[in-house]
């Protein structure tokens, strides 16, 4: 079993910054590739990026490529979403996911969940 808990959501106008937070724990997460999705109201959860368990594959929708940078730090069990240039559209509950093996932006692949953070971006 792997728990992630999420931080670091809130408030913010369009242009400004937010760093998100998936602290994990249980199984080993340095073997766990880690995803970040989010979910719009009304909206099916879509993709926004992965990261490979050693942090060297990485990949990103393109809604926020250029923009968003996701990261991890093994020794602390977190994973990080830097959100940079934020937009209205970029309003969300935000989600973390680890699954074992290869990164992967297909929610269906993805075993453990976090119970999500909420950004909002004012215009």
């Known amino acids: 079993q792997v728990q992630l808990v999420e931080s670091g959501g809130g408030l913010v106008q369009a242009g400004g910054s937010l760093r998100l937070s998936c602290a994990a724990s249980?199984?080993?997460?340095?073997?766990?590739?880690m995803g970040w999705f989010r979910q719009a109201p009304g909206k099916e959860r879509e993709f926004v990026a992965t990261?490979?368990?050693?942090?060297?594959?990485?990949s990103y929708a393109d809604s926020v490529k250029g923009r968003f940078t996701i990261s991890r730090d093994n020794a602390k069990n977190t994973v990080y979403l830097q959100m940079n240039s934020l937009k209205p559209e970029d309003t969300a509950v935000y989600y973390c996911?680890?699954?074992?093996?290869?990164?992967?932006?297909?929610?269906?692949?993805?075993?453990?969940w976090g119970q999500g953070t909420q950004v909002t971006v004012s215009s």
């Open positions: 990261i490979s368990w050693g942090g060297s594959g990485r």
């Open positions: 249980g199984r080993t997460f340095s073997r766990n590739a």
């Open positions: 996911a680890a699954r074992s093996g290869l990164p992967s932006g297909l929610s269906s692949e993805y075993d453990y």
